[in-house]
């Protein structure tokens, strides 16, 4: 059914931008709760949460998606958004439902700390739920909006912003460490890794690290 | 499938060869073209990122020892061949 954001152009994902290296890393967060619902579906079947993987997700969603992503998100570019427009709406809905996103996850955690499957069970599904809707407005709707909307100077200020998060903020080989874990656990629950696609890599890897190919 | 025979928590070796396959790979993708030995490093390391039990061969180790120069990096080298190759010595021990 068509819709009235049909105008706006897909995300280019062909080049590193403010929207596509946040689009790549949705590619991973997609990954890890995809594992999170399989935890979901084993841990109803088996009567105990697998803990220690479960651990390992709640790791990367709280300092990858978390911390990094949403974080990008909040502090970058969603200002620059707000800025052109103010009251802009999007953004706004989109804060609610990061918030609503970190109860979920401290649900998941106090449920893990517990081994409490009634507990960790609908708080898993939930944000899977919750993160796969928020994830889809944001490529189809959200970040379509901002490639209209940023000048090409304005897109490479946000990504030397990027940049510095992951350096500054994060330090340097966090990053690196927490997709290794996401992949590590994709591979026990026979996830696909999204590390696996050459353009998803490229912006992955796009404002972490070196990339000037120079030395 | 899901494999509910690897034992809890994730292994840390199995997210150590995780994390340098993406480093492996991220520095041939940037360095191959003056340093081709870092593609061939990234194959190695991929292989032995998806073997059984992630064993590592001892012609595995001669092999990253030689594409790595003894794990030395190149005096400009950045970070990410930095961290690669002090990730790759630290697996011989």
Not at chain 1, 21 to 40: D, F, K, N, P, W
Not at chain 1, 187 to 209: H, I, K, M, W
Not at chain 2, 12 to 34: F, I, N, P, Y
Request: glycine share 6%; proline share 5%.
């Amino acid at each position: 059914m068509p819709s009235c954001h049909d105008h706006l152009l897909p995300v280019d994902l062909t080049r590193p931008s403010a929207v596509s290296i946040l689009s790549g890393e949705h590619r991973v967060i997609l990954q890890v709760i995809t594992c999170l619902e399989r935890m979901a579906v084993q841990a109803t079947r088996e009567g105990r949460i697998p803990t220690g993987h479960a651990r390992s997700a709640i790791e990367v969603i709280r300092t990858f998606a978390d911390r990094c992503h949403h974080g990008k998100e909040e502090d970058i570019l969603f200002p620059a958004l707000e800025a052109q427009v103010p009251g802009f709406g999007p953004t706004a809905v989109m804060r609610e439902e990061h918030v609503i996103g970190r109860q979920y996850v401290a649900a998941m955690a106090a449920a893990i700390d517990a081994d409490d499957v009634a507990g960790f069970v609908p708080a898993a599904n939930g944000y899977t739920e919750l993160l796969r809707a928020h994830i889809a407005k944001e490529d189809d709707i959200l970040f379509r909006m901002a490639q209209a909307m940023l000048s090409p100077a304005q897109d490479a200020a946000i990504l030397e912003a990027y940049r510095a998060v992951e350096h500054d903020d994060m330090g340097d080989g966090t990053h690196e460490r927490l997709l290794g874990i996401a992949d590590a656990i994709a591979d026990v629950y026979g996830v696909e890794r999204a590390s696996n696609d050459p353009q998803t890599f490229a912006l992955l890897t796009a404002v972490c690290g070196c990339h000037t190919g120079k030395a | 499938m899901h494999n509910c025979s690897i034992p809890e928590p994730i292994a840390d070796r199995a997210a150590e060869l995780s994390r340098l396959r993406l480093l492996a790979r991220k520095v041939a993708l940037v360095h191959g073209g003056h340093h081709p030995a870092m593609t061939e490093l990234a194959t190695v390391v991929d292989r032995i990122a998806g073997a059984p039990q992630n064993a590592i061969a001892d012609t595995d180790h001669a092999q990253i020892h030689q594409l790595t120069a003894a794990y030395t990096p190149w005096p400009e080298a950045c970070g990410s061949v930095r961290a690669l190759f002090a990730g790759l010595h630290a697996l011989r021990s």
